[in-house]
């Protein structure tokens, strides 16, 4: 089991950038995908982006490809969601998740793949 814990949340005016981190603890971390996805009130959750085990597939949604980085550092058990030129619509709450089947790697949006979710944290962009 990796449960995921997320920090690094706040708020940011538009135009700016935040880092997520998520800490999972176990020692199997790296092998598992690890994804990330957010919940703006009055919505559904969506997926924001995923990176596999080895750091060496990632995969975003269009919302916020070329704007957020997914990456890892899995001597430390965390992974990082590197946020730049946030806007309003960005705000939510983020959450990660961890992939210990291997199921993202077919289908890398879906909620279902990821077994375990952290928390979140809350991200506001203000205008």
């Known amino acids: 089991q990796v449960q995921p814990v997320e920090s690094g949340g706040g708020l940011v005016q538009a135009g700016g950038s935040l880092r997520l981190s998520c800490t999972a603890s176990?020692?199997?971390?790296?092998?598992?995908?690890m994804g990330w996805f957010r919940q703006a009130p009055g919505k559904e959750r969506e997926f924001v982006g995923t990176i596999s085990w080895s750091a060496g597939r990632t995969s975003y949604a269009d919302s916020v490809k070329g704007r957020f980085t997914v990456s890892r550092d899995n001597a430390k058990n965390t992974v990082y969601l590197q946020m730049n030129s946030l806007k309003p619509e960005d705000t939510a709450v983020y959450y990660c998740?961890?992939?210990?089947?291997?199921?993202?790697?077919?289908?890398?949006?879906?909620?279902?793949?990821?077994?375990?979710w952290g928390q979140g944290t809350q991200v506001t962009v203000s205008s």
């Open positions: 176990g020692r199997t971390f790296r092998d598992y995908a």
């Open positions: 998740a961890s992939d210990p089947r291997g199921a993202s790697y077919n289908f890398p949006s879906r909620g279902s793949a990821y077994d375990y």
